[in-house]
């Protein structure tokens, strides 16, 4: 047990989801017992009152029934408590409440029981206030130098102070120059009113100035005030602190030396009555709440301070004596004497736990128990350490997968998607911007099947925007074994552009019985109907691309019996596709050859007909049991396309930097126009604007426009990532047809050109893909081991331009056209002779050297591109007759 933490007396905990703040708690001896025994007052935002008198049997002991005397609901909430002589005619303690609009005083009274369940407490209202103006903070104190009774002095929350002399409302004032209330403490030495403005400047004003100067029935200036009658308010002393205050306390040993203590944000000051400092103390964290008190014993002022992190110091003057560690975070904190033990610490927290303890220690009476000793068996320890080698080699030799069966993954949780055949009969793409189409919505279902007990099991969907989801997120409790949960969502397109991809995933994270924490993935394909429609076939076209087979050609009406128009000959050769954006594709299917065109008017449209075609065409063949069917690609590389749709992804990132340093200007200049109109409203002299407000609203419409050029720049730059990753995939796809990639490396190139990170300004696509794409050149791609001795800069930087990544690309196909292969292993990136002719291009290490190198990989890629031009189609008809 640490001796540092405060040794737990009694403890309770207020209510639930109730809230509390450092006017909360008050100590008094309330019921007038006359014991000398405090009792522990308490109110809460919720309107709870509730009186506390700790008996524990035993020091820790929680709450029981017979330690609350009272707790009434008074409906308002309580904002401040506080014990002193408020009746007038009597000497007797009452208790006064003060609320946002309202002041109660209460007269608290208990009546002796004469059963088991002991005696009966209750309050009576002796007064109230109703007060105009929204209340803030009070204080009460003799003011005037009255003798035997209190007044109470409110402060409301537009700086006014309201003084009442018991049942009567005397006088109110407002502090001058006051924009927001601060702490308000009484001194009765100096009989005046100490606070801290907005200005954080400690000030003091006089009691008898504030009696005697003019009333304040309203903020302005009367004229009767101009006219000279009544005096105005003038404060007595300042000090300027620098800082908010938090708290303001007063303590006096006598009536000839008086202390004012202040908290503030990161300080408290010690202050004379005259407004000196006498000390100050740096804090080192920041403070909640404190506490000066008197030291009879030492004859000094101690002060506790309670802070963020859970601690209590205890200071003598400025020197630290003590710090205790406290289960919660103090926002009141109070001393007082309960059940003949002097000095306990009572702490309140913002959520209710209110605690009694005292600072001490607790001595341990734990001993440790004698270990007994034994001899080691030397021969019994060699035979486990090398059981345990023989164990890390083979783990070694695995890289770590023979000891993990890959059936232990699926034991715990299954999960299954399928994709409904059908639209949704009602679309829920009730927010999409497609235009004037009709936009259709599919549902998914997802299941998931445990066989242990799983909780807080998490589903996330994510799916390629700009398809959304109608929700995406999703969590289970198994609770029992062998359990099926199914979870539905509608998928739809929200707007104009097309996705890059229409494959979905399913993420499912848990954590195994054991702690282990596990991830399951289950990968769906949506249907090419969800964003396209059949449409009229176009007669040109200024992209086309052509894909051999091995196989005869299939009826495009077998392969996409949803987008066939209606036609005589059951051998349809020619479909057309219309997607929801707008764009339009065309696919032709010779009648005597192999091969398959598809051609568009934008390159990037391409895309998904190519790959479901491909697709289809696999699953057709699989069905017929054909297993050696095969696609190639024998025409160029499309690179000057590829290219300028990265230039135009570029040049948008370029105007969005732009924009927004423009924007960034307009709005330090918005606030200097601010700024300069405000100092001329608060000057007493009016001065000319001098079109100050002419250029304010001038740069507000330059602001509001540059912050709209901002947004649409965003949504062309996310429509313009999509069209650049539908082109990139386009390309992987006729690269792995070209030279016939394995799965792997088709993998290894997805992986350089897409990366998985969000496209933003600190770091784009650009500069991502080139730091890939340079890797696998300078490794598994390189021509000599000085190329893989080369290492990439730790910190990616936006590009300049896009030269670099051009050449990069171009030099990777040039590679890969010469026999190069892509591989992650050590053995394969290591340097081999070359079996194809030509050899490979180095990587230039030096400006120069890279002009020389860009002049002859474009000689050789041009030549390459003129030996594998793509081959005339004269078996295919005429588009005019196969549209007649």
């Keep these: 047990m640490s001796l540092f933490k405060a040794r737990d007396w009694w403890s309770t905990v207020l209510g639930e989801k109730e809230e509390f703040d450092q006017g909360c708690l008050c100590l008094a001896d309330v019921d007038n017992s006359g014991n000398g025994q405090d009792k522990i007052i308490v109110g809460s ?60 005083v209460y007269s608290v009274s208990g009546t002796l029981g004469n059963v088991e369940h002991g005696n009966q407490y209750q309050i009576k209202l002796m007064y109230e206030h109703n007060l105009q103006r929204t209340a803030c903070n009070m204080t009460y104190g003799s003011f005037g130098g009255v003798k035997g009774r209190d007044l109470i002095c409110i402060q409301s929350m537009d700086g006014m102070l309201m003084v009442f002399e018991q049942e009567s409302y005397a006088f109110g004032r407002f502090l001058p120059g006051s924009l927001l209330p601060g702490p308000l403490a009484y001194s009765s030495r100096t009989d005046s009113f100490i606070t801290v403005s907005s200005c954080r400047q400690v000030e003091s004003y006089k009691y008898q100035v504030l009696a005697f100067a003019t009333d304040a029935d309203k903020r302005q200036e009367t004229e009767q005030q101009k006219l000279g009658s009544g005096k105005r308010l003038v404060v007595d002393w300042t000090l300027n602190i620098g800082e908010q205050a938090l708290d303001i306390c007063i303590v006096s040993f006598n009536q000839t030396v008086s202390s004012v203590f202040v908290l503030g944000e990161r300080n408290f000051f010690c202050l004379k009555d005259n407004g000196q400092i006498r000390f100050m103390k740096k804090l080192d964290c920041s403070p909640s709440c404190f506490l000066p008190y008197c030291s009879v014993s030492e004859g000094t002022i101690n002060t506790l301070i309670g802070n963020h992190n859970s601690m209590l110091h205890i200071y003598q003057d400025v020197t630290l004596k003590w710090a205790t560690q406290l289960p919660h975070i103090p926002v009141a904190v109070r001393v007082g004497c309960l059940r003949d033990l002097k000095g306990v610490i009572v702490t309140l927290s913002d959520d209710g736990h209110l605690q009694c303890s005292y600072l001490g220690t607790d001595p341990s009476l734990f001993q440790a128990p004698k270990v007994q000793s034994r001899e080691l068996n030397y021969d019994e320890l060699d035979v486990e350490l090398k059981e345990l080698q023989k164990i890390i080699k083979d783990v070694n030799k695995s890289q770590g997968t023979a000891l993990w069966p890959m059936t232990e993954k699926e034991d715990d949780l299954k999960v299954s998607a399928m994709v409904s055949p059908s639209f949704d009969s009602v679309s829920q793409a009730t927010d999409a911007e497609v235009g004037t189409d009709l936009v259709p919505s599919v549902t998914v279902k997802v299941t998931l099947q445990n066989r242990a007990v799983l909780q807080k099991v998490k589903l996330s969907i994510y799916v390629q925007p700009p398809l959304v989801l109608t929700r995406d997120q999703f969590t289970f409790e198994f609770t029992t074994p062998e359990m099926t949960s199914t979870v539905a969502f509608s998928v739809y397109l929200k707007r104009s552009y097309m996705p890059s991809t229409l494959d979905g995933n399913a993420v499912v994270s848990y954590s195994r019985p054991t702690g282990i924490p596990r991830v399951i993935q289950c990968k769906f394909r949506l249907p090419l109907k969800l964003i396209c429609l059949p449409g009229q076939p176009s007669k040109t076209a200024s992209h086309k691309l052509t894909i051999d087979t091995n196989k005869p050609p299939v009826s495009l009406l077998s392969l996409f019996p949803g987008f ?232 990616l930087d936006a590009p300049k331009d896009t030269s670099r990544l051009k050449k990069h690309i171009t030099l990777l196909c040039d590679r890969l056209a010469k026999g190069g292969r892509l591989c992650l292993s050590t053995d394969a990136a290591a340097p081999q002779p070359m079996v194809m002719p030509g050899g490979c291009t180095p990587i230039p290490e030096s400006e120069l050297e890279e002009r020389a190198l860009e002049q002859d990989s474009a000689e050789l890629f041009t030549n390459h591109r003129h030996l594998i031009a793509e081959p005339p189609m004269p078996e295919v008809p005429p588009l005019q007759g196969v549209l007649e």
């Excluded at 008198?53 to 009272?70: C, F, I, N, Y």
């Design 564 to 795: 066939a128009n209606q036609s005589e000959d059951d051998q349809v050769n020619v479909m057309g596709f219309r997607f929801l954006g707008g764009s339009r594709v065309t696919l032709l299917a010779s009648k005597t050859s192999q091969r398959y065109r598809i051609q568009s008017e934008q390159f990037e449209d391409l895309w998904l007909i190519t790959n479901e075609l491909i697709l289809r065409l696999q699953e057709y063949f699989e069905k017929q049991g054909i297993k050696d069917f095969a696609c190639s690609f024998s025409g160029s590389m499309p690179l000057q396309e590829y290219f300028e749709l990265i230039d135009r992804h570029f040049e948008l990132r370029k105007n969005g930097e732009k924009l927004e340093e423009l924007l960034s200007e307009r709005a330090v200049q918005f606030r200097a126009i601010q700024r300069r109109l405000l100092a001329r409203f608060k000057d007493k002299t009016p001065a000319p604007l001098q079109h100050l407000d002419t250029l304010l609203d001038g740069t507000y419409k330059q602001v509001t426009a540059l912050a709209d050029a901002v947004e649409e720049n965003r949504g062309d730059l996310l429509q313009s990532l999509s069209r650049l990753q539908s082109a990139t995939r386009l390309l992987i796809l006729l690269l792995g047809l070209w030279q016939k990639l394995s799965t792997d490396q088709l993998a290894l190139l997805e992986a350089a050109f897409l990366p998985l990170q969000e496209d933003t300004q600190e770091l784009g696509w650009e500069e991502t893909a080139d730091a890939a794409i340079s890797h696998l050149l300078k490794t598994c791609l390189s021509k000599s081991s000085k190329e893989q001795a080369l290492n990439l800069s730790s910190q």
């Design 45 to 104: 935002f919720m309107g709870y009152l509730r009186i506390f008198s700790p008996h524990p049997v035993k020091t820790g002991d929680g709450s029981q029934a017979e330690d609350l005397l009272l707790e009434v609901h008074l409906r308002d909430p309580i904002l401040q408590v506080e014990v002193g002589k408020f009746v007038s005619g009597t000497e007797m303690l009452h208790l006064a409440v003060l609320h946002s609009r309202k002041l109660c």
